[in-house]
């Protein structure tokens, strides 16, 4: 049994990258996927495909057409959702994406710093996990495959 | 036909009650309904129900069961979704909401002022219509209703 | 019991006035509902609620996104839908209606002159009752409150 | 990760033929279907295997009864739906089928000169993204494969 | 509390007529439904509509389109689904409906003789419930709304 | 708005009932309904309704052959869910219908006395509200009508 | 694309073996599925597995237990389902298989005599496509693989 | 065609580890999965991963969350759920699982002495399949892969 298992929230740091390295080193038969990490990317890719805008309101909307697109079939996808909530940015598409995702019924873990605890209350609640740390979250993982 | 609007968003202010008012005078066949707004009272439901709890995770862990219980009830009930995204506050349930409202096919609407517009882009992306004054969000209810 | 009909299709002449009067006449307990009918208004309904755009193709952006949340709200009401299709105009939207009704498992009764079955034929196929009349679709509404 | 994409819309030029052929030269690990696109053949095939027919009507709704089957095998198996709309004909299947993957929840990329852009307009409300030709359809499908 | 049940299968004689007069009689908040038993109309229907048709398949093909909508419509009203099975006739649209409702979720009753118990096994084993009179029917509805 | 809760779990006290009057006290819009809770009359309803059986395994199968219809048609009709459970007796049908109601996305309310928190645990972590008393399970339906 | 087609129908003669091999000769990519063809079994299956039971309707319950769990697990895997119908026996699982299909969303094909146009009447309105021969329902299969 | 088998139930002795091992000297191609079955190890998941918890509720609420992700994730994947119940325990979570199974329309098998005919009842009643023996409950699996 493979699992694919899309990795939401903020892209800022590098956070998937870890995850990714630290599952292969364990061993574990999943696959990874998540949104357009290149943050200049993410946010031009809709004048990139579509050409010159008229206003950043236009732009914006070109963008996450595209963004949505991906996100939308990855998470289809996807047998566990896992997004990662850091303390800056707004990261409303992530918690979006986290409300979708329980709406569909994806299993969904939810990492965030202790000191978030008030302000992702809602959400820590509808998780089916909530842990602190990637390193949680990769051991909740394991756990699904784990014999006795 | 009658129509049920669920009210998401923020509760630092009074703007579901300028919408209820509003939609009265424009007699608008239409049910709202919303979170608990006393912001103080949907912090400290948990403990007023279940009692104090150990630590402030827990007491919003209580909150939150509740406040998600109310919400989960309202949402499946209604034919629209609003939400009103402000300047302050990190409002990641409603986002979450958002997400959720959208993924459960009901029809959305998203109330921002145009200065989010980055913020709020994947959000803007799916919503049915996006407005920025709760007067717009009106008219697009009322349009529902209008006989040519 | 009482249905509730939503009536697709083209807004170019007053045939959802005759099959109101009709039903009523026939003391059908239907309600009906559909699209807005006054063309202009339906074309320009985007910039009267979100103010002037800047090109035609944001216009209409404005507006299919009102429409269409019109028509979201209707629908999903429905117990059946009625899709009445004539020479003239593209009416691409009627047609996606129509295939949003069947994908949804809504009853959808196809009113269409028998001079159009080449282009409608992947409809008349999907169609659960497909007639060349409007009276012909007022008989279908009616045998299903009949008595024997 | 593989995806299945099916390519509605308009049989009259070879439009599936130069999207194939582009995203094999892009590496994507796409695997494409459509509907018949021998446009006799298509016609035809009704009385091709039930024999002949014994009016026009009956000839399009048998052919029809075989190209419906096709569509909703092939769609039902699709990870994203693309339909293209041209200026000739009136392509009402090819609406009636994007009406039908958006109910669906099938992702739906919208392809259509920028002269149609008024009677594509709800269509184009509708779908995930809006482009106006083939080559930023490849684009917005590579984007969602695309490592950052 | 109300519900709606519609009553599947033979239109060979008046079992509707004495169901619904024994729940009047036992005051339950029932309202029944179900297909035409006018056996001759059920079978004419499509022509009265459509006109006469050029063949005793089209004949039929009309009809049926026109009972499957009246089924379509009230069996997705219905709060519960009974079927009888009688000794005569082939009763299979009575099967498909049968079908239809326990794979849509709908609680279902099969009323047949003892004697058709080996045909009937397999439907059997699908309900709900197995009863061999519309008496025993009847105190299964009335089940439904008992106090203790 | 009304809601309608279904009153899952143990029958072998008439905690329904203290639910029922404290509601009314409290004027809730809420209907409640539950299984049969005679519970001689929930062992006997197959006999009494389809004759003796010929041995205990099938008495045991007819009369929950009844009792599941009901449960099955109050609780598809319920917006809420909530089940108690106590010491005594297995109350595996108890944990079913939660289960089940779970797994249809009606929103759960548990009571449990709190010595029961290790073989509930599951059940706790699944159920949108955990609470140890009815009077807390009223407090929280009441929390939904709520003005601020 | 590999396509898996459930063959529900009577199991008195050796169709599905000449559906089997044909398709093959064919190169279709097809895997095949259905009952239990040697009927003798199909009818001992339950006391075979479950051991002697106290009389004929319970070995029939027993035997359609088992029955339906294979064709419940077969019909979900499917993509295509069909059905034959022939002169003989009453045919009401294959009836009832077609129903649950059909409101499964699964593309469903019918085979039957024209003379059993009459008693299919309903269940031929509801197919996707309707045959009279095996190598009718094979052309329909490979018209979904065909290349222009 | 393989199947995946998911093996709810108690996690008191090594009943799966006999049915994996039958099943493969029968070759029959089936992929079982299940929950934890070191006990320990499953009561304290919850703090290994999340730490030590300040009381045994929240302990076990720790763990649980944890158990429930396994299982749903593994059970969303399973084309046939099985549960043993057995003498000993509340096994309240398996029957919240063979309830959530039954909802999300995966065929069931019910394995329970004959002793328990009373407490299972009303989950023998909803289960496809009811039996005695793992050995019963592997040839039900090996029926459904039967050649004639």
Redesign the interface.
Known sequence: ?N??VYLAGQIHDNWREDIREQAQSMNLPI?F?GP???HE?SDN?GE???GEQ?????K??A????????????M??A??VIAL?GEK?????????????????K?F?LIRP?EL??????????A????ETKQ?AL??LS??F?K?
């Open positions: 049994m699992l694919h696959e996927s357009m990490e290149n990317r890719i990139e495909i579509l008229s206003d950043p309101v236009f914006d909307e963008a996450s057409s595209l963004n949505n697109l991906r996100t939308e079939v990855l289809q996808k047998d566990v909530f940015y707004k990261q409303w598409n992530s918690a979006m994406d986290a409300g979708a995702a329980i709406a569909m019924g299993p873990i202790r605890h008030h302000p992702t209350k809602e959400l820590a609640n509808k089916q996990v909530v842990v949680q051991q909740a756990y699904i784990e006795n």
